[in-house]
């Protein structure tokens, strides 16, 4: 029974990673290396206005000042900034009016993934905005969209187009300050995704973007801006995959959410970038900056997310709750595997009065990954009646796994109600018994456990979507059950 | 740490200041250690709110103080500590007295109690019984990142000593009265090794009191070894005014299937910080570890735990409460770490707080660290009020709102102290809460000083 199990646990680890292929597409590329010259090259490349190029000059030169942190709880290979090329595009993008204007090769690398670029074929409607390696290269149904009055296009789009509202809102709720990838980020960003709902707007569809790395020694550096006005609402997806390599690659986004004022925003992620081989060797770096700002009254802001690839990923998507009666929700299923390492969790800042948060955080450790939630809750002085409600599981398939939790509770208001609750188990063996005992397999009982424990998450995120992560979380721990 | 603060060159002066006068009184095994130790403080230094294990204390209102030491006892003042006796009257136990971190010298250095159980002077019994010592002392007390260990191995030179031999069960507890007084700001430093052999129950309790009204300092190591299938309780009960800041470090170390408790009451003081680390070394041994604190006006007490989980089938509970008023801060740090073939772990924590005022704030920080898969672990923690339905239950049965709440508030501080196993300090403990939370007790018991 033992050896049963641990095959099976053996083969569904060693599930192999589907979207690692290669494409050829014709690049951009500029010289390896980061200096001042290259933050130049890249805003001028981009044509941006003077504004911008200061605000990456700013950056980069704080950045300069700051050292990698160290406080995680990760392993991480020291990265030599000068060996990585800042800026990798996609050559004629000139007019992409009609998709027949789209390089063949890059069609088909969205048609593998399974990415709909074609409007006409996609009945029940997402919007896209497909990023490779560090460009923008698609958004679809904008005109739709534009209808209702939504923008929704790539980032350099929107610094040409509606430079007033990026002004006004980019590095509001993440300064270039903040920590030493976002300040990375805010010197080097190449592009990302914008998106704006006006008042009383309800985007009529889910937007996504799908952000894929393709050309080698890049470091993807993109930045989304969502920001919901007065009493709108917006899903919004994000996908993410990475060709197999040998080498490290960096990933380092910085995604920022404005609710104003009774506005709804939810934000899913299904991560999975290419999570290295068995033995560790390559996969990518996924050190990402996500914060939302619940800026009015009643406003909320909903994180979920799946992770399941990136060799390494740091990140706490967060929430300020500043409008009263705002609420924040954290829902987060993370899995590694083989030598995965995850170092995630949120930050819920309570400032308003009456604000609510949620945390959900189920960890999944197999192979020899592992795994660690770091949460913060804090309740300010003048949040009265701040109420937060936090729950992080950890399971742990295999012997040489680990799995760790690290919330830190931070209370300065007598009304506030603020509890924690964690447990660190293996998976039942009378529970695989159960299902063994009715004729399940022990793998397909692997499988059913682990979505049952998972349940809770999946079931926010939007239908197609927790079809693809359920699968995902097949695929991540095939084999993986001891 | 890199680069020096201006507070840990103060000590690091300290220790050259009088190092010869600290070597030349104590016993040379001690001596031994001290220069490595020194070493290892001057590169950590004293910890600071950049420190992770420190994040939510800030030592430097007592480090930055002047303080006067002394580190050969004076012989008058051991007298007034004769004069001081416990209020407990019905606690039938084995006494001693600690002064300023020294043994008083007009009683003998060194007792033997009936079933061959030895008390005393560390400083005495390194002198007297080399091979225990050298077999024990400096092996427990492990940190790669608290330099206040260090600093105390460095330069303390007096404390407690409990040898209880292989098999002995000592009925009686032990009380240690571990009294700070003097005429000026005074720092100072003890370190006391226990050693309860195989077999063997035994059972301490440690009082901290402060007997006059000036600004204290006491950075305290306590290393204790507890042998196969022996069973051992410490608590502490810690009542100090509020210009006094006690730091203590009690390193448990545990052998196969031996069961240990520590127990820490914080009661009253100006800064506390009770880290409590409890080493699981054999198959099967259980830990338990309980806090309970009850801080006002600008209190601060701050409890760390470390149960280090590095043998399989072994169990540990984690339990703290705290009561917040006023202006007051409380912190606790609570981990769990289960290394890789500590499989069949079973660890729980929980760390429950209540906030009165608007102005206390607590930080909790519970943490697990796991790599091991046969486990069964969990932490909870709470900050928040008293249960409304709980308080709206008792009003509706007729009982006042006030009287009430002090029912729930002292319900909740009794899950502490009913862990207690002497009767009589149990009682005892029951009583100063409920005085405490009447706002009747807004000084310790017993205590001469005034502290407002």
Redesign the interface.
């Known amino acids: 029974m033992e050896k049963a199990q641990d095959k099976i646990l053996s083969e569904v680890t060693s599930g192999e990673y589907k979207y690692g292929f290669y494409s050829d597409i014709e690049m951009e590329r500029i010289p390896k290396g980061l200096s001042e010259d290259v933050v130049r090259i890249i805003s001028s490349k981009k044509n941006e206005p003077d504004w911008l190029l200061e605000f990456r000059l700013k950056a980069y030169r704080h950045w300069l000042t700051m050292k990698m942190p160290k406080?995680p709880?990760l392993k991480i290979p020291p990265i030599d900034y000068n060996e990585i090329i800042f800026y990798a595009a996609p050559k004629q993008r000139k007019t992409l009016n009609s998709l027949d204007d789209i390089d063949p090769e890059l069609k088909k690398t969205f048609d593998k993934l399974g990415i709909p670029l074609e409007e006409q074929k996609h009945l029940s409607g997402v919007a896209v905005d497909a990023v490779i390696d560090s460009v923008s290269v698609k958004t679809t149904f904008k005109e739709t969209l534009a209808e209702m009055g939504i923008i929704f296009c790539s980032f350099s789009d929107a610094v040409k187009e509606y430079p007033d509202l990026v002004r006004r809102y980019m590095g509001s709720v993440v300064p270039y300050t903040d920590n030493f990838f976002a300040s990375l980020n805010s010197a080097v960003f190449s592009d990302g995704s914008f998106c704006y709902i006006p008042k009383g707007v309800r985007c009529p569809m889910e937007l996504s973007t799908y952000f894929r790395i393709n050309s080698a020694n890049t470091g993807q550096f993109e930045r989304t801006l969502l920001i919901a006005d007065e009493e709108s609402y917006v899903s919004y997806l994000e996908g993410c995959t990475a060709p197999s390599r040998d080498e490290n690659q960096l990933h380092a986004a910085i995604v920022e959410i404005i609710a104003e004022k009774s506005a709804e925003v939810k934000y899913s992620t299904v991560q999975n970038w290419y999570p290295g081989n068995k033995d560790g060797l390559g996969g990518v770096f996924n050190f990402v900056t996500k914060r939302g700002l619940c800026k009015g009254e009643n406003s909320k802001i909903s994180w979920t997310q799946i992770e399941t690839g990136s060799a390494i990923t740091w990140k706490y998507p967060s929430c300020i709750l500043r409008g009263d009666n705002s609420t924040g929700e954290f829902y987060s299923v993370a899995v590694t595997n083989n030598h995965q390492q995850a170092d995630t969790g949120t930050k819920m800042i309570h400032i308003g009065k009456n604000t609510k948060s949620t945390i959900v955080s189920k960890g999944i450790s197999a192979g020899k990954g592992q795994n660690s939630y770091r949460g913060l809750v804090k309740?300010l002085?003048n949040a009265t009646n701040a109420r937060n409600y936090s729950q992080c599981d950890?399971l742990?398939?295999?012997?040489?796994?680990?799995?760790?939790?690290?919330?830190?509770?931070?209370?300065?208001?007598?009304?506030?109600?603020?509890?924690?609750?964690?447990?660190?188990?293996?998976i039942g063996e009378d529970q695989i018994f159960y299902c063994n005992q009715r004729g399940i397999s022990t793998e397909d009982a692997i499988g059913l456990i682990v979505n049952g424990y998972a349940r809770e998450v999946i079931n926010k995120l939007p239908m197609e979507f927790a079809v693809e992560a359920q699968k995902l979380l097949q695929i991540s721990l095939e084999g993986s059950i001891? | 740490m890199n680069g020096k603060s201006e507070t840990t060159e103060k000590y690091l002066k300290l220790y050259h200041d009088n190092i010869d006068k600290i070597s030349d009184n104590s016993a040379p095994y001690l001596n031994s250690f001290r220069e490595e130790a020194f070493g290892r403080f001057s590169e950590l230094g004293i910890p600071t709110k950049k420190d992770?294990a420190y994040k939510?204390t800030n030592l430097s209102l007592f480090f930055d103080h002047d303080y006067a030491s002394y580190f050969i006892p004076d012989a008058a003042d051991f007298e007034k500590a004769e004069e001081f006796r416990c209020d407990i009257s019905d606690m039938d136990t084995h006494g001693i007295v600690l002064l300023n971190g020294f043994y008083p010298t007009i009683n003998e250095k060194l007792r033997q109690l009936p079933s061959g159980v030895w008390i005393g002077s560390l400083n005495a019994a390194a002198k007297k019984f080399p091979e225990i010592i050298e077999k024990h002392y400096g092996k427990y007390a492990h940190t790669d990142t608290d330099g206040l260990v260090h600093l105390n191995t460095a330069m303390a030179s007096d404390g407690i000593f409990v040898y209880v031999p292989e098999g002995v069960i000592l009925s009686k507890p032990v009380q240690v009265v571990n009294l700070v007084q003097a005429e000026v700001d005074s720092f100072s430093q003890h370190r006391n090794l226990i050693i309860v052999e195989k077999r063997a129950e035994f059972s301490i309790i440690i009082c901290d009191h402060t007997l006059s009204p000036k600004k204290f300092l006491t950075n305290a190591v306590t290393e204790i070894f507890v042998g196969e299938d022996a069973h051992f309780d410490i608590i502490r009960v810690q009542n100090e005014h509020n210009a006094a800041c006690k730091i203590t470090h009690t390193f448990i170390h545990q052998e196969r299937n031996s069961v240990a408790s520590s127990n820490n009451m914080t009661l009253h003081g100006g800064l506390i910080r009770n880290s409590t680390y409890h080493y699981l070394g054999g198959e099967g041994a259980e830990s338990h570890s309980f806090g309970l604190f009850l801080a006002d006006k600008w209190q601060h007490v701050d409890n760390f735990v470390n149960v280090d989980h590095a043998f399989p089938h072994c169990t540990s509970n984690q339990l703290f409460k705290g009561v917040l008023d006023d202006m007051s801060t409380g912190t606790f740090n609570g981990r769990i770490y289960v290394r890789?073939d500590a499989?069949g772990t079973l660890a729980y924590q929980k760390n429950n707080?209540i906030?009165?005022?608007?102005d206390?704030?607590?930080?909790?920080?519970?943490?697990?660290?796991?790599?091991?898969?046969?486990?069964?672990?969990?932490?909870?923690?709470?900050?928040?009020?008293l249960d409304g339905d709980a308080l709206f239950y008792l009003q509706s049965r007729g009982i006042n709102k006030r009287e009430a709440r002090l029912m729930l508030m002292f319900g909740f501080a009794h899950e502490v102290i009913q862990n207690i196993k002497i009767e009589p300090l149990r009682d005892r403990m029951d009583n100063l809460v409920m005085q405490r939370l009447r706002g009747e007790l807004s000084r310790c018991a017993s205590c001469m000083v005034k502290c407002g």
């Open positions: 406080w709880n309740v002085r950890s742990l398939l295999g012997d040489k796994c680990g799995a760790h939790t690290f919330p830190y509770l931070e209370v300065d208001n007598q009304t506030a109600i603020v509890e924690h609750e964690a447990t660190t188990s293996k001891g | 992770e939510y890789p499989q707080n906030l009165l005022t608007d206390a704030k607590m930080d909790t920080k519970p943490q697990l660290e796991i790599y091991a898969d046969d486990v069964k672990c969990s932490h909870g923690a709470t900050v928040g009020q």
